[in-house]
């Protein structure tokens, strides 16, 4: 089975009984796609189909074909499909994308601890679980294996052929402050999303291992003091729940000067205000104070603690995919 | 809670609390907790049982508590352990000048406890 990475991981169960997989991955689009670059589908060569390049429609069903035919060759591994989305008769009646997708399919060796993809996402899987930006490096024209470097590494390369950068990111972190039911409902969504969570509350009662199974973390302390002590980066999410002045003020005093990719704060627009006034006279900037989220989520109009939870993680999606929130 | 000066003192101390932070060199400390409203404290002292020589406080807790901190740091600095024990919430309600209602007396009253178990905590002369 592919991790939540995607990646490829042969001692996964799943693949008890696969002997060879095709990666497909999709390494460029020139209209606009449907899915990220890097998007990959696994096709097995007893049939099985894993994630897919495109969220549904023709091109899946042409790399599965692609694949099938890749494990009759014996002499490739490796095939750059192109694969055009302007069907006749869809661009007539209007239901067309339109563009060029490029798909890298690359035959693997799920019994060889030598073959180049395999140790490949074994390396970046090691770098991600040390919480580290990866890239997986494919040349596309020659017959040259995948490796996985660190991302950092690449900065400023040039590669001397074309290939493909996948440029990995280690999850989100959601870090909870308030144990309460929004972050209950929470914490369940965001693992459907792959992201990790992490529940703050100086209350014991409330933060407990019954009340929040699906989190991989649950810390009862002085919240502020958690907050600190967590490694935060752009990659941190950090989410005031718990609607108390009490743990929201100590906490974003710490975080409104560390780089965290978001913040967000449960409550009114005047709590908002009311909020920011104190600490702007503590000697915060705007700029810093801008940076919360308040009342935070998108505006859905739900209120129960599973649609709140619903409208947060959205504008947790829309901030860390660029769009505006 | 009330109005006048008691709510005064409250936001005074809440905003501009005294001895706020850690006390580095500690040589006594002692975290106190309400379980179900979340105040969570640490008092840290320095000195000996002869003197308190200084006190600090960490908090993640309302404004009451946060004030009721801020006065016993201040007062305990420079007693013995037996006089800082001796501190009680008369001396506190007072210095709020007002006694908080029956529903927010354990927010004032958890630092005196977290200070007395940090008084106690502290060594011999």
């Known amino acids: 089975m592919a991790n939540k990475y995607g990646l490829i991981d042969p001692a996964d169960p799943a693949f008890r009984d696969e002997s060879e997989v095709a990666l497909a991955t999709l390494v460029s689009a020139t209209a606009g796609s449907s899915k990220k670059i890097g998007a990959k589908m696994i096709v097995g060569r007893s049939g099985r189909i894993i994630g897919g390049v495109t969220i549904g429609g023709c091109v899946d069903a042409q790399v599965v074909e692609a694949a099938?035919?890749?494990?009759?060759?014996?002499?490739?591994?490796?095939?750059?499909?192109?694969?055009?989305?302007?069907?006749?008769?869809?661009?007539?009646?209007?239901?067309?994308?339109?563009?060029?997708?490029?798909?890298?399919?690359?035959?693997?060796?799920?019994?060889?601890?030598?073959?180049?993809?395999?140790?490949?996402?074994?390396?970046?899987?090691?770098?991600?679980?040390?919480?580290?930006?990866?890239?997986?490096?494919?040349?596309?024209?020659?017959?040259g294996g995948s490796y996985a470097v660190a991302a950092a590494e690449l900065e400023g390369a040039e590669p001397a052929e074309r290939t493909f950068v996948d440029r990995i990111s280690p999850p989100?972190?959601?870090?909870?402050?308030?144990?309460?039911?929004?972050?209950?409902?929470?914490?369940?969504?965001?693992?459907?999303?792959?992201?990790?969570?992490?529940?703050?509350d100086g209350r014991d009662r409330y933060a407990t291992r019954q009340r929040f199974p699906e989190a991989d973390d649950v810390l009862v302390g002085m919240p502020s003091e958690i907050v600190a002590a967590i490694d935060a980066n752009r990659r941190t999410a950090v989410l005031l729940l718990a609607h108390d002045y009490k743990y929201e003020l100590p906490v974003l005093r710490d975080i409104l000067r560390k780089p965290v990719g978001y913040i967000g704060m449960l409550g009114s627009k005047k709590r908002g205000v009311a909020m920011r006034d104190l600490l702007r006279?503590?000697?915060?900037?705007?700029?810093?104070?801008?940076?919360?989220?308040?009342?935070?989520?998108?505006?859905?109009?739900?209120?129960?603690?599973?649609?709140?939870?619903?409208?947060?993680?959205?504008?947790i999606v829309a901030v860390y995919s660029g769009k505006r929130a | 809670m009330t109005a006048g000066p008691y709510r005064r003192v409250v936001?005074?101390?809440?905003?501009?609390?005294?001895?706020?932070?850690?006390?580095?060199?500690?040589?006594?400390?002692?975290?106190?907790?309400n379980p179900l409203c979340g105040d969570r404290i640490r008092v840290e002292l320095g000195g000996d049982r002869s003197r308190v020589t200084?006190?600090?406080?960490?908090?993640?807790?309302?404004?009451?508590?946060?004030?009721?901190?801020s006065?016993?740091?201040?007062?305990?600095?420079?007693?013995?352990?037996?006089?800082?024990?001796?501190?009680?919430?008369?001396?506190?309600?007072?210095?709020?000048?007002?006694?908080?209602?029956?529903?927010?007396?354990?927010?004032?009253?958890?630092?005196?406890?977290?200070?007395?178990?940090?008084?106690?905590?502290?060594?011999?002369?």
């Open chain 1, 68 to 143: 099938d035919a890749l494990f009759d060759k014996d002499d490739a591994d490796r095939r750059l499909l192109s694969i055009s989305l302007d069907d006749d008769e869809a661009w007539e009646i209007g239901l067309t994308c339109g563009g060029t997708l490029e798909v890298l399919l690359t035959r693997v060796d799920l019994g060889s601890t030598d073959d180049p993809t395999v140790a490949a996402h074994r390396e970046a899987m090691e770098l991600l679980s040390a919480g580290e930006a990866t890239a997986i490096v494919t040349p596309i024209e020659s017959s």
């Open chain 1, 172 to 200: 989100l972190t959601l870090v909870i402050v308030g144990a309460g039911q929004i972050a209950m409902s929470l914490t369940r969504m965001a693992r459907e999303l792959e992201m990790r969570t992490v529940i703050v």
């Open chain 1, 281 to 315: 006279d503590e000697g915060f900037t705007d700029d810093e104070l801008a940076r919360v989220h308040t009342p935070i989520g998108l505006d859905l109009g739900g209120k129960a603690p599973a649609e709140v939870a619903l409208s947060i993680l959205s504008e």
């Open chain 2, 11 to 33: 936001i005074e101390l809440f905003r501009h609390p005294k001895n706020r932070g850690p006390l580095h060199d500690a040589s006594a400390s002692a975290e106190g907790a």
């Open chain 2, 54 to 69: 200084d006190a600090r406080f960490t908090a993640d807790a309302c404004a009451l508590c946060i004030a009721s901190a």
């Open chain 2, 71 to 125: 006065l016993l740091t201040e007062r305990v600095r420079g007693m013995s352990a037996e006089d800082a024990l001796r501190i009680d919430t008369s001396w506190l309600f007072a210095s709020l000048e007002g006694e908080p209602p029956a529903s927010r007396r354990k927010c004032a009253v958890l630092p005196l406890d977290t200070l007395r178990r940090a008084v106690a905590a502290l060594p011999s002369a």
